[in-house]
């Protein structure tokens, strides 16, 4: 079955304040469709954190629409249980009950679910998503006894206990060591792609971004700009050619292609302009 249409916004506008007001987010309209892996990126107060509050529905737009799976987020009266169901959270401090071990945090989102899920079944289900980030012989363990790396992996196996239609990741990376930042965001991405869970990161690393589908960029409230990422050679490519030297080198800049030989120089030439 085609991909169609989970996340979409029109006109989405958020303000704050009585007095300054600040416009968080100033007539945003974008889509997202089922199984993709988004990530958006912009300078702090551009509006990254809104948007994901507003799609999660942690608050409530000033103007336009969120629709979820095709139905508006201002029609759903029970908004704890959409959340619940509909919706799986991350965000950059993991958020783990300190008392609780990894399987009873991921078993919280189940409890109370009418989703046939006695004490056995949510006991097996987390042990299930445990054993799928990799942490089958950590279940027992309480958060403090955790690596960062290992307590994300834990929130993000809790993310998917119900099951939800979308994942909403906010700087999921940003409290970790870029080794343990680089794994997580590799599991996710290997999730995305075996589960087909549709995922949306907010992140300010260009390297976690680059591991996702599409990227969104904000400034002042709105999507400035959107590039779906390409391989990692294309990628490398367009760096080069943003680069100060690629600039140099395409503009035939004599001093810059000094350190080069007349076969390199023809080179470059050939693969910034996309000919090689």
Known sequence: MENGTI??????????????????????????TQGEFVSVMGPSGSGKSTLLNMIGALDRPTD???????????????????????????FQLHNLIPTLTSRENVEVPMRGQPMGKGHGKRRRRAE??????????RMHHLPNQLSGGERQRVAIARSLANEPALVLA?????????????????????????????????????AVARRTDRILVMRDGRIVY???????????????????????????????????????????QRLLEGVA
């Open 128 to 137: 299930e998503l445990l054993g799928l980030v990799g942490l089958a012989d």
């Open 7 to 32: 996340v979409e916004t029109r006109d989405l506008v958020k303000v704050y304040g009585d007095g300054a007001e600040v416009r968080a987010l100033d007539g945003v309209n974008m889509r997202i």
């Open 226 to 268: 959107e590039h779906v990422v390409g391989t990692p050679f294309e990628e490398d490519l367009a760096a080069f050619r943003r680069s100060g030297l690629g600039k140099a080198i395409l503009a035939g800049d004599e001093a810059a292609l000094a350190r080069f030989g007349p076969d390199e120089q023809a080179a470059l």
């Open 64 to 90: 336009g629409q969120v629709l979820v799976n095709g139905r508006s987020l201002a029609k759903v009266r029970d908004l704890d249980t959409f959340r619940a169901r509909t919706v799986g959270f991350i």
């Open 170 to 206: 906010d700087e999921p990376t940003g409290d970790l060591d870029s080794q343990s930042g680089a794994e997580v965001i590799a599991l996710m991405h290997r999730l995305n792609h075996e589960l087909g869970t549709t995922l949306i990161v907010v992140t300010h690393d260009p």
